[in-house]
C-alpha cells in the first residue's frame, strides 16, 4: 500500500525531531507506516539510519525511544552547536544536586518514577485542600532509596565467575595478572611477558576480559593510556567493593527490586559487587575486612571518581604502586585479579611457527575468555568502538550471552566524571543487539543479503579484512537478545489474537499494563525450546500471521521481538507441535519491535478472533513478564475466562495459568461482517490496543 | 453553547447513543469548536473537569459507532485548535532551543506569548508562564543573562500567582542558577563542593559526605545554602545512626529554609523529620 509522506518527504530527520507536532498530521494510526515509509524513503540501506530516519518520524517520545548511532551523532552535534558557555553549563549540572533531598517518600499522592543515572526521581502528583492539582519531585539515590522499593527487594549478587567452576582443557587461554601490569606500567607484547602468563582460572580469583580498541595498527596502547585507566579503576572498583562488603556485611547479599529492574540499597558499582563475590568473600574474614577497611579509608574521597583522574597523570603506574606500597591487605587482594588483554595474551606478529597454534586457540576461545570471566569495556570513543567489528563482537557477546558489562572510562576527557560517554554507551548497547539481530535475520531468515553486505549495513568495519567471515560467524552464533527494551514507540505487527466470550463477542484488551491479580499458576512440565530462536533452525515458508491446521485444539500466540524472529518462533511450532501437551488447532504471531529496521513480510496489525478453550502463550521470559503484549493476552483471555499454558523460551518450564477474572481495562466488542480492520504499517503500542478494533 | 452541544451534554447513556446516531455529521462537522474549553468554565476546575468528560463520552460514543474521528481529535489529530498549536508551539521552541537554535527558539517563544496575550484562563496562564520560562533558558543560551532573569522572574510571579508548587521549585532554581552565573569564583566554588558532597552522599560515603560539609560550613556565601547544607548533615547523621544529630540538623534546615520562603525546601524537611521521629519518637 502506497503511504502518502509528501509532507514528510523533503524533511530532514534533525527538522522532524524539532517539530514533532507534525507527524500527527494524517492521524494516530498512519504514524507507524508514514514513519515506516520515511525511514526508508531515501533509499537508506544502513541499518542505523533506517532506525534513525524511523525514530525521527514517530511523534512519540517516550522515556527510551531507539538508540541508533545516528541518534547519538546528532545529539552530539547539537551539544557542539549549543556553543554553551562553558560555567552555564557546569552551573546547569550542578543545580539538580543542590536540590533539598527526602530520606523517605510522603505517605499521600500518586507517584511515578525515573531512572536517571544513580537518582530516582518520584514526581508526586496531589490534590491540595483548595482542589488544585499539584506536583512535587522527590530524589533518592539508588544506595538510599525510598522504603517500598527496599521492602520490596529481593537478595541478588552478582554471579560467581563461570570460570571457577568450568575447566577448557588445553586452551590457548591465557591472562596476565594485574600486578604484572603494574610493575611493568603498560601492557606488555605477549612474547615479552609469556612466562608470567597464567593458563588455569581459579576459584577465589578474578579475571576481567578488557575489550578496547586498537590506538594504532602496530600498538593498541601506545602512550600507555589504556593501561593506566584500567589499573587504576580495577583497584578503585575493588576499593569500592570493600566499602561495599564493610558496610553491609560480607557475605550480606546485595538488594535487588525486580520491579523496577535495579540494585537497591547499600551496593557498590556492579564491577565491584562482582570483585565483593568473587575475591572478597573467598579472601577476608571479618578480620581481614576490617584491616583492609582502615588500608583504604584515607582513600576515600581520593578514588570516588574510581582513580580516573589519578589516572589520567599516573605516567609508567608510579602512582598507583606508591598508593599500593603501604597497604599490604589491599595489594593482596590486587594479586588475585587478571586480565586478558589482546595483546599481552596471544601471540603478536610477527610470530614464530610454534605460536601460530597458540594463537589460532587463543582467537577461537574469545568467547570463551568472555564467558569465563567478565568483560570490562574501556571506553574511550563510543561511535568508534561500535563501528569496529571486534569490538560489537565482544561488547554483543558479553551483552547477550552474559547480561553484564562494565564499562570503564578509557581515556582523558573533560566529562569523565560525569559519565557522558559512558551514558551514551549504555544506551546505545541496550539496541545494538537488536539491530544486529534483525541484520543476522535478514541474512539468513528472509536471505536479502549476504554476510558481507550484513557486516556493511551494520557499519562494521575490520582493520583486517580477512576477519571478516570469522566475525560474521561469530556475530551469527550470539544467540537472540534476552534483554527487553519496550517503550510506547514500538512497532506491532502480525496478528493480536482476541479470544471471543460466550456471545460471540471477543474480549478486547485496551491496556497492556501487566496487572497484579489472584492468578492461579500451576507448573505443567518442562519443555526445551530454546532452540526456537536458534539461527538455522527449521527450514521453512514465511507463516502467515494467523493459520488453522485443525478444527479442534489449542491456539498458540507467538511474541516475538521482531518478524524475523516471529518466522523462527512459527517454524519451530510447527515442526515441534507434537512436543505439547495439546494438540494445536490455530497459530498467531505479533512482532513487537522496538528497531524495525529489518524485514518485514508482513508489514501490518489486525486482529483476529479465536475461539479455543486453551491457549499457549510463547515469549521470551522478560518479554511475557514486562512488556505489554503478554499482560493484554491474559487480560483478555482473564475477561474470557480462557485457561493458558504460558511457555517462556529461556526457563525452558511450561506453566498452566488460570486467570482471575478481569473487568478494566477490557472490553466486549462484536465482531463487524467485514472482519477488523488491517492496520497497515502496524501500530505502536501508544496507539496498539486502543486503535487496534 | 451551542444547542446541539447542551442536548448531548445533558443527555443520558441510551439517549446520548440515540443523539448521536441521529445528529453524528453534525456532530463531527462541530467537534473540533468543543475540543476548547470555554472561557467562563476555564477558572473552576471542576466545571473544567465535566466539560471534558462530556467531550470525551461523545467522542466515545461515536467511535463505538464506527465513527472514530473525534477520537482522533482527542489524541491530538488535526490540531486545528489554538491551545493544541500553541503547545505544539512550545514544545517545537524547546526542541529548538535543545538543537542549539535558541535565537530561532526565542522567536518562536516572543511570537507565541504574542499570541496568548489575546486569550485568557489558567490554560492560557499556565503556557505562558511555561513560555516565559523557555524564553528564559533560550535567552540564557545567547549570553543574555539580564533577560533570562526578567523572563525566569515572570516565570516563578505566574506560579506563584496561580500556586504551582512544582513551578515555584522550577523557577526558583532557574533564578539560583542565574545568581550563580553573575556571583564571582567563591559561590561557584561553594556550589562545586556541596554537589560533591550531594555526590558522596549519594555513593553512600557519609562520612565524607559531612567532613566537606564541616569545611564549606565556613564559607563566606553559606547562608545561601544553610538550608541545603544543614539538611544534607541531617541526611548523612541518619544513615549512619545518629538519629538524635540527624533531627537537630534537619530542624535547623526547615528553619532556615522557613526563614527563606523556601517551600520546596520546608516540604522536604518536615517530611524528613516524619522520618526521623518515626525511626526514633523524639522525647516527650
Known amino acids: 500500500m502506497a503511504v502518502d509522506i509528501g509532507d514528510l518527504a523533503t524533511a530532514t530527520p534533525e527538522e522532524l525531531l524539532a517539530d514533532p507536532g507534525r507527524l500527527l498530521a494524517a492521524g494516530h494510526r498512519a504514524v507507524a507506516a508514514r514513519a515506516l515509509a520515511y525511514a526508508h524513503a531515501t533509499g537508506a540501506r544502513a541499518y542505523d539510519e533506517i532506525g534513525f530516519r524511523w525514530s525521527a518520524a514517530l511523534p512519540v517520545r517516550d522515556a527510551t525511544p531507539l538508540q541508533t548511532l545516528d541518534a547519538t551523532r546528532l545529539e552530539h552535534a547539537r551539544e557542539l552547536a549549543r556553543r554553551e558557555d562553558p560555567r552555564v553549563a557546569r552551573a546547569r549540572e550542578l543545580q539538580p544536586r543542590l536540590r533539598h533531598r527526602p530520606l523517605d517518600m510522603p505517605l499521600d499522592g500518586d507517584f511515578r518514577f525515573e531512572h536517571r543515572m544513580n537518582v530516582l526521581e518520584l514526581t508526586r502528583r496531589w490534590t491540595d485542600s483548595e482542589g488544585r492539582e499539584q506536583q512535587d519531585l522527590w530524589t533518592f539515590p539508588l544506595s538510599a532509596p525510598p522504603s517500598p522499593l527496599l521492602r520490596d527487594a529481593i537478595a541478588k549478587d552478582e554471579p560467581e565467575l563461570a570460570g571457577a567452576s568450568i575447566r577448557i582443557e588445553a586452551s590457548g587461554m591465557r591472562w596476565l595478572p594485574l600486578r604484572t601490569l603494574l610493575a611493568r606500567g603498560h601492557f606488555p607484547r605477549m612474547q615479552d611477558c609469556r612466562e608470567e602468563l597464567v593458563a588455569t582460572m581459579e576459584s577465589g580469583a578474578f579475571y576481567a576480559f578488557v575489550s578496547h580498541r586498537w590506538l594504532s595498527r602496530a600498538e593498541p596502547d601506545p602512550d600507555g593510556g589504556q593501561a593506566r585507566y584500567a589499573a587504576w579503576q580495577l583497584v578503585a572498583h575493588l576499593c569500592d567493593a570493600l566499602r561495599a562488603a564493610g558496610r553491609r556485611g560480607l557475605h550480606e547479599p546485595r538488594r535487588y527490586n525486580p520491579l523496577t529492574g535495579f540494585a537497591v540499597g547499600v551496593a557498590g558499582s556492579e564491577l565491584a559487587e562482582a570483585l565483593l563475590v568473587n575475591v572478597l568473600r573467598a579472601a577476608l574474614d571479618d578480620d581481614g575486612l576490617r584491616e583492609a577497611l582502615a588500608e583504604i579509608a584515607p582513600l576515600e574521597r581520593e578514588l570516588a571518581d574510581f582513580g580516573v583522574a589519578r589516572a589520567a597523570a599516573d605516567t609508567d603506574l608510579a602512582g598507583l604502586r606508591e598508593l599500593l606500597a603501604p597497604r599490604p591487605r589491599l595489594t593482596a587482594l590486587v594479586d588475585r585479579i587478571h586480565v586478558w588483554y589482546d595483546y599481552s595474551c596471544i601471540p603478536q606478529a610477527p610470530r614464530e611457527a610454534a605460536d601460530d597454534a597458540l594463537f589460532v586457540a587463543g582467537l577461537k576461545e574469545l568467547a570463551a575468555c568472555q564467558i569465563l570471566g567478565r568483560t570490562v569495556i574501556l571506553l574511550d570513543d563510543a561511535e568508534d568502538y561500535l563501528s569496529r567489528g571486534w569490538c560489537t563482537l565482544e561488547a554483543l557477546t558479553a551483552d547477550t550471552m552474559s547480561g553484564r558489562t562494565d564499562v570503564l572510562v578509557g581515556s582523558e576527557r573533560g566529562t569523565a566524571r560525569e559519565g557522558h560517554a559512558e551514558h551514551y554507551f549504555g544506551t546505545l548497547l541496550q539496541d545494538r543487539p537488536h539491530i544486529a539481530w534483525r541484520a543476522i535475520l535478514d541474512t539468513e531468515v528472509f536471505g536479502v543479503q549476504t554476510p558481507d553486505e550484513c557486516m556493511r549495513r551494520l557499519g562494521l568495519a575490520l582493520s583486517d579484512p580477512a576477519d571478516q567471515p570469522l566475525v560474521y560467524d561469530r556475530l551469527r552464533g550470539v544467540p537472540a537478545p534476552r534483554k527487553l527494551h519496550t517503550d510506547a514507540s514500538e512497532l506491532w505487527t502480525g496478528v493480536v489474537p482476541l479470544p471471543v466470550l460466550g456471545d460471540g463477542r471477543v474480549a478486547v484488551p485496551r491496556s497492556g499494563e501487566r496487572a497484579v491479580r489472584g492468578h492461579t499458576r500451576e507448573p505443567a512440565g518442562t519443555l526445551d525450546w530454546t532452540g526456537a530462536l536458534a539461527i538455522g533452525g527449521p527450514p521453512g515458508d514465511i507463516p502467515e500471521p494467523f493459520l488453522r491446521l485443525a478444527q479442534d485444539g489449542c491456539h498458540a500466540a507467538l511474541i516475538g521481538s521482531c518478524e524475523g524472529e516471529c518466522v523462527l518462533l512459527a517454524r519451530w511450532l510447527l515442526a515441534h507441535a507434537g512436543e505439547l501437551p495439546a494438540p494445536v488447532a490455530t497459530v498467531s504471531w505479533l512482532a513487537v519491535d522496538i528497531a524495525p529496521v529489518g524485514e518485514l513480510p508482513c508489514g501490518s496489525l489486525r486482529a483476529q478472533p479465536v475461539a479455543a478453550p486453551l491457549w499457549l502463550i510463547v515469549g521470551q521470559g522478560t518479554a511475557l513478564e514486562h512488556g505489554a503484549a503478554g499482560p493484554a493476552l491474559d487480560r483478555a483471555l482473564a475477561a474470557a475466562g480462557v485457561p493458558y499454558l504460558e511457555l517462556a523460551l529461556d526457563e525452558r518450564r511450561l506453566t498452566l495459568v488460570h486467570p482471575a477474572p478481569a473487568e478494566k481495562d477490557v472490553e466486549a466488542v462484536a465482531v463487524p461482517p467485514e472482519g477488523f480492520p488491517v492496520h497497515e504499517g502496524g501500530l505502536l503500542r501508544q496507539w496498539a490496543l486502543g486503535a487496534l478494533v | ?284
Not at chain 2, 446520548?16 to 468554565?41: G, K, T, Y
Not at chain 2, 528564559?136 to 516565570?155: E, N, P
Not at chain 2, 564559607?219 to 547544607?229: F, N, P, Q, T, V
Not at chain 2, 535547623?252 to 522520618?275: K, P, Q
Open chain 2, 1 to 284: 453553547m451551542s444547542d446541539l452541544r447542551e442536548r448531548l451534554f445533558a443527555a443520558s447513556p441510551e439517549a446520548l447513543a440515540e443523539l448521536s446516531e441521529r445528529h453524528r455529521d453534525a456532530i463531527v462537522a462541530e467537534f473540533r469548536d468543543w475540543l476548547v474549553v470555554p472561557e467562563p468554565l476555564r477558572a473552576d476546575p471542576a466545571a473544567t473537569q465535566a466539560y471534558v468528560g462530556a467531550v470525551v463520552r461523545i467522542a466515545q460514543q461515536l467511535a463505538d459507532a464506527g465513527e472514530p474521528r473525534p477520537l482522533g481529535w482527542l489524541a491530538g489529530e488535526g490540531r486545528d485548535d489554538p491551545v493544541a498549536r500553541w503547545q505544539a508551539q512550545l514544545a517545537n521552541a524547546q526542541e529548538l532551543t535543545e538543537a542549539g537554535s535558541p535565537d530561532v527558539a526565542a522567536g518562536v517563544l516572543v511570537a507565541l506569548l504574542d499570541s496568548l496575550s489575546d486569550a485568557g484562563g489558567p490554560v492560557v496562564d499556565d503556557l505562558a508562564t511555561h513560555a516565559r520560562g523557555a524564553l528564559s533558558a533560550a535567552l540564557l543560551d545567547l549570553g543574555d543573562t539580564g533577560g533570562a532573569r526578567a523572563c525566569a522572574r515572570a516565570a516563578l510571579e505566574g506560579c506563584v500567582a496561580a500556586f504551582d508548587l512544582d513551578g515555584i521549585r522550577i523557577y526558583t532554581e532557574n533564578l539560583d542558577l542565574l545568581d550563580a552565573l553573575a556571583a564571582g569564583p567563591e559561590l561557584e566554588a561553594l556550589r562545586e563542593g556541596l554537589a560533591e558532597a550531594q555526590d558522596l552522599s549519594d555513593a553512600g560515603r557519609y562520612g565524607a559526605s559531612n567532613e566537606l560539609l564541616q569545611e564549606l560550613a565556613g564559607h563566606e556565601d553559606i547562608d545561601r545554602y544553610a538550608g541545603k547544607l544543614c539538611g544534607l548533615v541531617g541526611l548523612n547523621l541518619f544513615r549512619l545512626g545518629d538519629l538524635d544529630g540527624a533531627r537537630e540538623w534537619t530542624g535547623a534546615a526547615l528553619r532556615s529554609c522557613d526563614a527563606a520562603d523556601d517551600l520546596y525546601g520546608m516540604t522536604i524537611y518536615t517530611e524528613n523529620l516524619r522520618v526521623i521521629d518515626r525511626a526514633a519518637p523524639a522525647p516527650a
